[in-house]
């Protein structure tokens, strides 16, 4: 039967009227929506669309399925119980992580018994289909908006405020007075503890608001209700600059999580605040967006996917925003830029080859495999602790760092894609120029310590067979260096991840800050050698953790898949070209063109897969965390294919500089 006809829904309305005058109400509102659900192939608001033009028919039958189905929603108020649904669903709980879910685990495997009466469950009931959230959610608010206007349900006709609606404002309005006001909040914004206070002020205004309805007299609502409106703008401010300025101050997951439900109990209060209005435009569009709120919140209730992607959107927030901020200096502008950075990159370059050559050697003592483990994991942390400390670069240390940017410039409101493809650009350029300079040091120099070791000692660093081993094992696809090089990306991905934390940690523990005044600090060192010791803190802890995890998780991987008995490794660039460079020398050149341009294209491979891996992961992180999806993202994709097309030049080279008018 085909629903999208209008003649079509007859004979299922005379059912439904049958239904609803036998009492069995709830299976006539359930016969309605099966009614409306889409089927594959069809837009899902045909349906609707179709319901209201039948409704909207002056015929017996339509006249009689419009009164029952408007008879039957103005009085789900007074039928079932609609509070909790108001005031709760869709609403981030205080609880805990594991509490969240193991509760929902539970319920997923006994779940409770229905209550008819409360609406949430009768929404679950009617609404029975596990996607039903999804296709009414995709509903056009115009088709949704007909649907209301046949069935009669307007502002007007529900007059005044219910008591169960009034009583959702007024807790939704205390908790957030209480939320706002909680010691969390006003330890960073103290202007709060104030009788001016905007989330104090809501609550009072909230409740003149609602007393309005009660003294008979007309006038006041309208004044009184852009009031409360402007308060909850005012609340709302207040929270986006405590978000705002995390980065000076430091946040946590308790912070966060509080700020994210502040921000859900007053989109939640404006909602039920615009079904109080007489302006019917506002009533309807939010008692759609209501409705849509609640049935998702309802059909996803049990999930345990939305639950672990919630505490994975808070832990992101936390930390990303440090290592947005630390990226941007990751990103080159102009020509002077670039070859500066080039310098650092090769500066890079040499400590990877010295500590590459460390490896080889530590690879010949004969020492148990955790003992390996700990020395390899060691070398690696204190190339990258060097490399950082002396101001050089290390080119897949880059993408952790410049994906949060770019996602942080993504989250900004109203952006300018001009910007966010000049940023991609000089993001994709510098971590190009990042990549030459390592190579173009790390590889020759690599080749030199190799032929040095010979002279010095008189034999080679390794034997001709383990050489002819380290190139085969750079191969694209006859060796697990692709595979082993997603992995190098991952651990980069979660180094950058943990300098963010740390960082975050710092400033939200005010460390920097105790250091500065301990007595034993100043005692050592004098006040202004405290006060360098906790800013020099500040700016490096992180980094230096992050670094030596990462060295540890690089350093050790391969061996502690030989001791699990694990096909684990990792490939990373830079000290991939520095065993491409001591393999070359060791066999003194005697080196098949084809295996060398093979073993070439595995090192440059790793590189690329060291790159996708860490930034997409940052990326796809940042972007979550700022609510931000990839979908958005597809206007900027096309305007960067097309800057590749029209100037592929700028993806390599910074274009000169416009020349200053004299």
């Excluded at 972007?623 to 592929?648: C, D, I, M, N, Y």
Aim: charged share 20%; hydrophobic share 45%; net charge neutral.
């Amino acid at each position: 039967m085909r629903f999208t006809d209008p003649h079509h829904w007859t004979p299922r309305l005379v059912r439904v009227v049958e239904m609803a005058r036998s009492g069995s109400e709830v299976e006539a509102l359930r016969l309605v929506v099966d009614g409306l659900r889409p089927s594959r192939d069809e837009a899902p608001g045909a349906r609707v669309e179709a319901l209201a033009v039948v409704l909207g028919q002056e015929h017996d039958t339509a006249t009689a399925a419009r009164e029952t189905l408007t008879r039957l929603v103005h009085d789900l108020p007074d039928r079932s119980r609609v509070f909790a649904a108001l005031s709760q669903s869709g609403i981030p709980d205080a609880e805990g992580f594991l509490t969240g879910l193991t509760a929902r685990i539970g319920r997923r495997l006994l779940p409770p018994v229905p209550d008819p009466d409360d609406l949430r469950d009768l929404m679950r009931t009617v609404f029975h289909d596990p996607r039903d959230h999804v296709w009414v959610a995709a509903v056009p608010d115009a088709s949704a908006r007909r649907l209301m206007a046949a069935l009669g349900l307007t502002a007007e006709s529900f007059p005044g405020v219910g008591e169960e609606l009034a009583l959702a404002i007024r807790v939704l309005a205390r908790q957030v007075a209480g939320l706002g006001t909680s010691p969390e909040i006003t330890d960073r914004l103290p202007h709060l503890v104030d009788e001016n206070s905007p989330f104090l002020r809501l609550d009072l205004s909230v409740e003149r608001y609602l007393t309005c309805f009660d003294n008979g007299v007309e006038g006041d609502e309208e004044t009184l209700l852009a009031e409360v409106l402007e308060r909850v703008r005012w609340c709302r401010a207040e929270i986006d600059r405590l978000r705002t300025e995390k980065p000076r101050h430091g946040t946590s997951l308790h912070l966060t999580g509080l700020s994210f439900r502040l921000l859900a109990l007053l989109d939640r209060l404006e909602l039920l605040l615009h079904l109080t209005e007489p302006v019917e435009r506002d009533f309807q569009t939010s008692a759609v967006a209501l409705f849509r709120e609640l049935l998702r919140a309802e059909k996803t209730r049990d999930h345990l996917g939305p639950h672990l992607r919630a505490s994975a959107d808070l832990l992101a927030f936390e930390v990303v925003e440090h290592a947005a901020r630390k990226g941007s200096k990751y990103i080159t502008t102009g020509r002077r830029d670039y070859g500066r950075f080039l310098v650092s990159s090769m500066g890079g370059g040499l400590l990877v080859a010295l500590f590459a050559l460390g490896k080889v050697a530590m690879g010949h003592w004969e020492v148990p495999l955790g003992v390996e483990a700990l020395l390899y994991g060691i070398n690696y942390s204190l190339c990258f602790v060097l490399i950082y400390l002396t101001g050089a670069t290390l080119a897949t240390k880059q993408p952790a760092m410049t994906a949060n940017t770019v996602a942080r410039s993504l989250g900004k409101e109203g952006h300018d894609l001009s910007g966010l493809e000049d940023l991609v650009v000089r993001v994709w350029r510098s971590q190009f120029v990042s990549f030459l300079g390592n190579l173009v040091v790390a590889l020759p120099v690599a080749m030199l310590l190799a032929r040095g070791v010979l002279v010095g000692s008189g034999g080679p660093v390794v034997e001709p067979d383990y050489a002819r081993y380290m190139l085969a094992d750079l191969h694209p696809w006859r060796s697990g260096s692709v595979i082993y090089a997603m992995v190098a990306g991952v651990l980069l991905f979660a180094a950058g991840l943990v300098s963010g934390w740390v960082d975050n940690l710092l400033l939200h523990r005010g460390v920097p800050a105790r250091v500065e005044h301990h007595p034993m600090a100043v005692r050592a060192f004098g006040s202004s050698g405290a006060a360098r010791l906790a800013a020099t803190m500040e700016r490096t802890l992180g980094v230096v953790v992050g670094n030596v995890l990462l060295g540890f998780g690089l350093g050790s991987m391969g061996t502690i898949g030989e001791i699990l008995g694990l096909p684990l490794d990792i490939r990373h660039i830079a000290f991939a070209s520095a065993q491409f460079g001591t393999a070359l020398d060791v066999l003194d050149y005697r080196v098949a063109p084809g295996v060398v341009a093979v073993t070439a294209l595995g090192v440059a491979l790793i590189g690329l897969l060291n790159f996708l891996v860490s930034f997409g992961l940052s990326l796809a992180v940042a972007l979550e965390s700022r609510r931000v999806t990839f979908g958005e993202t597809r206007e900027l994709v096309a305007h960067l294919l097309g800057r590749l097309w029209r100037r592929p030049l700028d993806w390599f080279f910074p274009p000169r500089e416009p020349a200053l008018e004299s």
